[in-house]
Structures are given as C-alpha cells and as structure tokens.
C-alpha cells in the first residue's frame, strides 16, 4: 500500500530551464509535507515543507505547491543547475501518526 | 549546531548475526526516527521514539528492535540477520514528535549495512 508515489523514477532537464517533480498521495489525512533531496552515500536533505493549510511555499529556487483536492504536490526547481542532479524524495505525515512516509524517488539529471 | 550522527558508518555481517547502530540526534532534538533504504524501495519507516517511549512502529518483523535513552540518543537492533536486511539505515531526529505536524525530521549520514 503506497501512500505517497512518485511516478516518474528519473527526470532530465537542461541547465538554466526548469525541474519540476511530482508526487501524488492517497491518504487524505496527510497534512505536512517535505521535499528531501540526497545524493548517494548520504542521507537526505530537508529541502521545504508545506503544510495543509497552504497551496504554496517558496524558499529561492526551490517553490512546493499543493493541490489536495487533487492529492498532488509538486516541486519547482528554477532555475535548474547541475548540482541540483540528486534523487528527490517526497514524504507525507497525518498528525497522531508520529511518522513520514515517503515516495520512492525520481532521480534528476541537469544537463550543463 | 551538529547534525546527526550515526555510528558506525559502514558494517559487514553474516546471516544469523546481530547488530546495533547508534544514532544522537541533534542537539534539543528529542524525536528520533529509524528508516531503511533499499534500492527502489524509498525509505521504509522502522520506528520512531519520543522522549524514550517508541510511538509508532512501521511493518518490520520483530527482530528489528529500538530503543532511546533519556539524552534522547538512540540504538536501533537488528537479530539474526538476513541477507535482505542488506541496506542503508537512517535515522533522522526532529525536535518533537511528528505528531505535532510541521516538525522537519534531519537526517544522518546513514549506516550502510551489507549482510553476507
């Protein structure tokens, strides 16, 4: 039972335009909401969160919207460099719960 | 402020053996949560502890096993190993209990475990 999926393993884009990942959840009690990033042999990086009040946070490049009639979040890489090339996680958390869960993945590839 | 720390960072084992990881959390952190990696499996939740008392407990058999202690670090155990529990164990800490909402878990480096 996947809660959080991120359908799209892998994503290229070139250096300059933009990224934008997705995530799609099914549990509608989630209610905050993380973008990590993780390069191999790492653990992950907090990115930005977003919580269920809100439809949109921004913090430098880096822009999270989402759309919970939809059950959709997204994230906005603008512009895209090369060193943003990791694999971007998504997780969900429902208050009581005390736990993330988290997507599998969508590796990204800037291309210089 | 320091971040995470996980110990050991690497560990080879054979099947049947038992392990334990370490993880402090970041300083004022007193949630402490356990997670495995596994190729195209995302992180699996294992567990998560809050001021000494586990508060959830993710769908891992019983030989994996945690605990925390009252300076808020925390050991994770794995029993009798099996070369599926090959994998990168993360913990991650937060400053209170997810349950809360808006609580940002940061991560540790990891410990990369290979079963044999």
């Known amino acids: 039972d996947q809660q959080v999926k991120q359908n799209s393993p892998s994503l290229s884009v070139q250096e300059g335009r933009i990224s934008i990942l997705n995530c799609d959840y099914t549990?509608?009690?989630?209610?905050?909401f993380l973008w990590y990033k993780k390069y191999p042999a790492e653990g992950p990086t907090f990115l930005i969160s977003?919580?269920?009040?809100?439809d949109k946070n921004e913090d430098g490049r880096f822009t999270v919207f989402l759309n919970k009639s939809a059950k959709h979040l997204s994230l906005h890489i603008v512009p895209s460099q090369p060193g943003d090339s990791a694999v971007y996680f998504c997780a969900a958390s429902a208050r009581g719960t005390y736990k993330y869960i988290f997507g599998t993945g969508t590796r990204l590839k800037v291309l210089a | 402020k320091a971040g995470v720390t996980q110990t050991p960072r690497y560990l080879i084992k054979t099947r049947g053996q038992q392990v334990t990881l370490s993880c402090s959390p970041i300083s004022g952190h007193r949630s402490v949560s356990w997670y495995q990696q596994t190729p195209g499996q995302g992180l699996q939740f294992l567990f998560e502890?809050?001021?000494?008392?586990?508060?959830n407990k993710g769908n891992f058999p019983g030989r994996f096993s945690g605990r925390q202690f009252s300076n808020s670090r925390s050991e994770m155990n794995v029993s009798t190993l099996e070369l599926g529990d090959s994998a990168l164990y993360l913990c991650?800490?937060?400053?209170?209990?997810?349950?809360?909402?808006?609580?940002?878990?940061?991560f540790g480096p990891g410990t990369r475990l290979l079963v044999l």
């Open positions: 977003i919580s269920s009040i809100k």
């Open positions: 502890y809050f001021s000494e008392t586990q508060r």
């Open positions: 991650a800490s937060s400053l209170a209990s997810p349950s809360r909402g808006g609580e940002t878990q940061y």
């Open positions: 549990n509608s009690m989630f209610d905050y």
